[in-house]
């Protein structure tokens, strides 16, 4: 009863629920719409009469992480993972991981989080999703900023006009002290499209105050906190006229 339908595609899956063609096709049209509801509809059914059918689950688990309902999208993403066979794309299996780090993280399961994208590395070296996310989180708990830095260049090197992974990098050379750089890099986010972003803009504060440009980190906190930013410090920076580190949790 969604608002997309496809009528002869619906009506064939109810004839012969097992119509893999058919149900890819409507999926198709589901992601396209953008239309999550919908896509569950589509894949529930498709792995309890295809449970080999891996797209099914890894369309599944995307449409509930998007819609927040991350425990379903964990679930979704485990069971997957007990169907991949010597022959399932390598690179699926790493998303699967990549994707279970993301969730554990929004549980703040960070130990279970970096299991997971480690696992996604090994199957793909090169997954730039987790080695992103994977750099980021360890720079937002001041450890190991050596291998975060490590991961977060070659996201650089593949996507060198991607804000967010400009950013990831930038924040690892602040945490470093190697504010030069860091500068060098946050202003290639702004430049990138990160001015979209209240996180990128307060970082660029942080980054200018500790290189020295006081006036520029300001206007950047400034800017952020307008932008509607919920960072715990912005008001204190602005209002002490300082840097204050965020504290983990």
């Known amino acids: 009863n969604g608002r997309w339908s496809c009528p002869v595609l619906e009506h064939i899956l109810q004839l012969d629920p097992t119509n893999t063609a058919a149900r890819m096709t409507l999926l198709g049209t589901a992601i396209r719409k953008n239309d999550y509801e919908w896509v569950?509809?589509?894949?529930?059914?498709?792995?309890?009469?295809?449970p080999d059918m891996i797209e099914f689950y890894f369309y599944l688990g995307i449409a509930y992480y998007q819609q927040k309902q991350y425990d379903e999208a964990l679930v979704t993403y485990e069971e997957a993972l007990k169907h991949v066979t010597?022959?399932?794309?390598?690179?699926?299996i790493s998303d699967f991981y990549s994707m279970i780090?993301?969730?554990?993280?929004?549980r703040k399961q960070m130990k279970e989080a970096y299991a997971a994208y480690d696992?996604?590395?090994?199957?793909?070296?090169s997954n730039i999703g987790a080695l992103n996310n994977y750099a980021y989180?360890?720079?937002l708990e001041r450890r190991d900023l050596d291998r975060a830095e490590e991961m977060s260049?070659?996201?650089?090197?593949?996507?060198?006009d991607n804000s967010t992974y400009l950013d990831t990098y930038a924040w690892i050379l602040f945490e470093k002290g190697d504010y030069v750089q860091a500068r060098l890099f946050i202003d290639d986010a702004l430049k990138s499209g990160g001015e979209e972003?209240?996180?990128?803009?307060?970082?660029?504060?942080?980054i200018y105050y500790m290189s020295g440009d006081v006036d520029g980190a300001i206007e950047h906190w400034q800017k952020a906190l307008d932008m509607g930013s919920e960072s715990k410090t912005l008001q204190q920076k602005i209002k002490r006229k300082k840097y204050i580190p965020e504290k983990n949790d």
């Open 153 to 160: 260049y070659k996201t650089v090197k593949a996507e060198p």
């Open 40 to 50: 569950i509809r589509i894949c529930k059914p498709g792995i309890e009469v295809s």
């Open 86 to 92: 010597d022959q399932t794309d390598k690179n699926i």
């Open 137 to 139: 989180y360890l720079s």
């Open 101 to 106: 780090g993301d969730i554990q993280h929004t």
């Open 197 to 206: 972003s209240d996180v990128i803009i307060e970082h660029a504060g942080d």
């Open 119 to 125: 696992s996604a590395l090994v199957y793909n070296p």
